[in-house]
């Protein structure tokens, strides 16, 4: 493998690069090479149709302010671990709908002012939720 820090590379041959503690790099051959993030945190601001970009962040955090009737969820790379917090808010009983390509997504909890939160992995097609969703935070 070789990698080009200053830009992007294309990949020779498949596998992963570890390029330091906060990067890593999942790469198939002929590929361009894509930084799935770590640790990054990212405030999804309010839509009925939100989208959570995974180039950008891993963990996600949105304030219900009406229900989410469709959302979507983009550019997560296989092995990419995903953090999601869906809180109320001083309302509650918003209705939130999970992403087509996200299985086991929990039901939110109804409570104003409190949030769910849930986490899984995605293997190159769909995330799926390892932990139950966890209500009342």
């Not at 092995?79 to 299985?103: E, H, Y």
């Not at 002012?113 to 995605?122: E, I, L």
């Amino acid at each position: 493998y070789f990698l080009d820090i200053a830009g992007t590379s294309t990949a020779r041959e498949s596998g992963s690069i570890s390029s330091g503690q906060d990067s890593m790099f999942n790469v198939e051959s002929g590929s361009t090479l894509v930084r799935a993030p770590t640790g990054a945190f990212s405030t999804v601001t309010f839509s009925a149709t939100p989208t959570f970009d995974a180039t950008a962040a891993d963990s996600f955090k949105i304030t219900l302010t009406s229900n989410v009737t469709s959302s979507t969820l983009s550019g997560a790379v296989a092995g990419q671990r995903l953090s999601f917090i869906l809180c109320q808010d001083s309302v509650g009983s918003r209705t939130f709908a999970w992403p087509a390509n996200v299985k086991g997504g929990a039901v939110i909890g109804a409570t104003l002012s409190t949030c769910t939160g849930q986490s899984g992995v995605f293997d190159g097609t769909n995330l799926y939720m390892q932990s139950p969703g966890l209500g009342g935070m």
